[in-house]
């Protein structure tokens, strides 16, 4: 790393530091709700599994409907819009990569992701102990099913790639940019119903990480870690080819406007604009 970088670097982290403190707290946020659903929806000591027992369908649109709520919440609220709610690497490369994201911010996203999602699983696992560690909720790790690592593999990538996709195409839609969130929260509702069983359903390889270590189980991790980001940076690369409308304003998925109308006050600006050339 070159001095000029690492200078970038320290730069990026003294003005930007609650945007970074943002995404990890995010993350840290979703991990946790998830876990406390899972529990309560799938412990057998849980009076709300005990009352939905035989509806395991039942059980699951309860999860998703609600983690998709879980993520409307964070893209909207204030911090999710400070630091534009991505709680993914991979969906940070995506932004990366359309050029909405300084390289340092971008590997500050991702580092501070990380921390997120570790620390959310320590916590995790010393606050519900045996709750969290049940063979029923199993720290919410994220693995392939029983078809095998290659179908997990290719089920990462599609919903990534969909999910990228829809993301993209409604930022950039004046009617969809405010309701992006929305769009997200539901498709993931779909993906905790309908794909769980092939991979888990991640998406994020900082929260399946983060999970896979407080388990001390790391089965396919590998896979985690390259088909969600492959998958979202390629559809940012084919949307940029196929698309010829207006460009991105910024990388918040809340939707915003950049310039003198940014909701962010003065100095406080998120970082999402390139550098200048």
């Known amino acids: 790393m070159s001095v000029s970088f690492a200078a970038r670097l320290l730069a990026a982290l003294r003005r930007h530091w609650a945007h970074y403190l943002a995404e990890a707290a995010g993350i840290a946020f979703f991990m946790t709700c998830a876990a406390l659903l899972t529990t309560g929806l799938e412990h057998p000591a849980s009076p709300l599994h005990q009352a939905l027992r035989s509806q395991e369908q039942v059980r699951h649109w309860l999860l998703g409907l609600s983690m998709g709520l879980v993520v409307v919440l964070i893209v909207y609220s204030p911090w999710g819009k ?14 990366w990569q359309l050029g909405k ?6 590997i500050w996203y991702v580092l501070f992701q990380v921390a997120g999602a570790l620390g959310a699983g320590q916590l995790l696992k010393g ?10 909720v199993n720290f919410t790790v994220t693995q392939p099913g029983p078809q095998g690592e290659f179908l997990a593999f290719a089920a990462e990538f599609i919903i990534s790639f969909i999910l990228m996709v829809v993301l993209l195409a409604a930022l950039h839609s004046a009617t969809w940019k405010k309701r992006a969130g929305w769009l997200i929260g539901a498709l993931l509702a779909l993906y905790i119903v309908f794909e769980t069983p092939y991979s888990g359903m991640s998406l994020n390889p900082a929260r399946t990480l983060g999970s896979a270590v407080a388990a001390g189980s790391y089965r396919g991790l590998w896979l985690y870690w390259v088909a969600p980001p492959l998958a979202m940076w390629l559809a940012t690369v084919l949307f940029r080819r196929l698309y010829h409308g207006e460009d991105l304003d910024c990388a918040i998925l809340a939707g915003c406007t950049p310039g003198p109308s940014s909701p962010h006050t003065p100095g406080e600006e998120p970082p999402v604009y390139p550098e200048e050339k």
Do not use: C
């Open 101 to 106: 994201l300084r390289t340092p911010d971008a």
């Open 127 to 136: 606050a519900l102990g045996s709750l969290y560690a049940h063979p029923s």
């Open 82 to 95: 400070r630091s534009g709610a991505h709680i993914n690497p991979a969906v940070t490369l995506g932004f």
